[in-house]
């Protein structure tokens, strides 16, 4: 039995001690049901008090669309002069979505979940935020959900807004595609995860960092300039090192609406555990530095 409870126990038969007992075990936020709530709702604020959230997600946002519509505007106007194998290999998506735009978002979103968690230990937040919420896998968990959805749903906007906008421009040339064709939806879905793999990837080496230029410069170079060097090789065992960096499984799968056979590339399933890998050893690790580091 702890010091706290034992000191309630000692008072119990006092009734005037009774109500505020009760009232204070009702706002711990380590007991309480519905306090997890109001630990989204202070991170969710802590996120937006960051002027750099609105900065890369509103500006990356409009930048990655506007990138696509110049991209398919290009396209358009170039067709009539296309031979026609170029026609024949023209990837639609491609214009909507590019390597390039890919390497903006991943940045973009992994500098974000970076500075979510470096930002709080740089300024001393975090010493006022753990004082006020001692369980600190709550505050964490809050942490992660938050950036999580913000992250995925920016990813949704963009991937839809730079579908449509690419394809509608193409469609006045025929090439446009739909929903409906073969692997459409499984590329929009990866482009659109590809912004909160990033962010809580960055979360996960702010949390190691603490300091915000190395956070940023590794997520850079983890999550994009490293893997842009990865090719396809005779040595299987490199191949399958790949095929577990989210990039690279982007850019050789399922950012591909017509997959190249070739057993030295990711498979579909593969791809999707890579995926699925990162953000939640990110997750893990952020846990366990949080919990075990000074503040």
């Known amino acids: 039995m702890?010091?706290?409870?034992?000191?309630?126990?000692g008072h119990a038969g006092h009734r005037s001690r009774?109500?505020?007992?009760?009232?204070?075990?009702a706002h711990?936020?380590?007991?309480?049901?519905?306090?997890?709530r109001d630990l989204l709702a202070a991170e969710w604020i802590k996120l937006w008090s960051l002027r750099s959230t609105s900065w890369l997600l509103g500006l990356g946002t409009l930048a990655i669309v506007a990138l696509a519509a110049q991209s398919s505007l290009d396209a358009y106007q170039s067709w009539p002069g296309f031979t026609a194998m170029e026609k024949a290999r023209f990837n639609p998506l491609g214009e909507a979505f590019s390597g390039l735009a890919a390497s903006l978002l991943m940045i973009g979103a992994g500098s974000l979940g970076a500075l979510t968690?470096?930002?709080?230990?740089?300024?001393g937040l975090i010493r006022t935020t753990l004082a006020a919420v001692p369980a600190r896998h709550r505050v964490v968990a809050a942490k992660l959900a938050v950036?999580?959805?913000v992250t995925l749903a920016t990813g949704a906007l963009?991937?839809?807004?730079?579908?449509?906008?690419?394809?509608?421009?193409?469609?006045?040339?025929?090439v446009a595609v739909s929903l409906g064709d073969p692997g459409v939806l499984r590329v929009l879905a990866a482009n659109a995860l590809l912004a909160p793999v990033s962010a809580l990837t960055g979360m996960g080496i702010g949390a190691l960092a603490r300091h915000t230029a190395a956070a940023v410069v590794t997520v850079c170079a983890a999550l994009v300039i490293v893997p842009t060097f990865f090719q396809p090789t005779v040595h299987q065992w490199l191949n399958d090192?790949?095929?577990l960096v989210p990039f690279y499984v982007w850019r050789t799968c399922l950012g591909l609406a017509r997959l190249r056979d070739d057993p030295a590339l990711p498979t579909v399933a593969g791809s999707w555990v890579a995926?699925?890998?990162?953000?939640?050893?990110?997750?893990?690790?952020?846990?366990?530095?949080?919990?075990?580091?000074?503040v």
């Open 2 to 9: 702890t010091a706290e409870h034992a000191g309630d126990t």
């Open 18 to 25: 009774r109500p505020s007992t009760t009232t204070r075990h």
């Open 28 to 36: 711990d936020p380590t007991t309480s049901s519905g306090t997890f």
């Open 117 to 123: 968690i470096v930002g709080e230990y740089a300024t």
């Open 147 to 149: 950036t999580a959805a």
């Open 158 to 174: 963009i991937s839809a807004g730079t579908f449509g906008v690419s394809q509608a421009i193409l469609s006045g040339r025929g």
């Open 241 to 243: 090192l790949y095929a």
């Open 275 to 294: 995926f699925a890998l990162w953000p939640l050893v990110a997750a893990v690790l952020t846990l366990i530095v949080v919990r075990r580091r000074d």
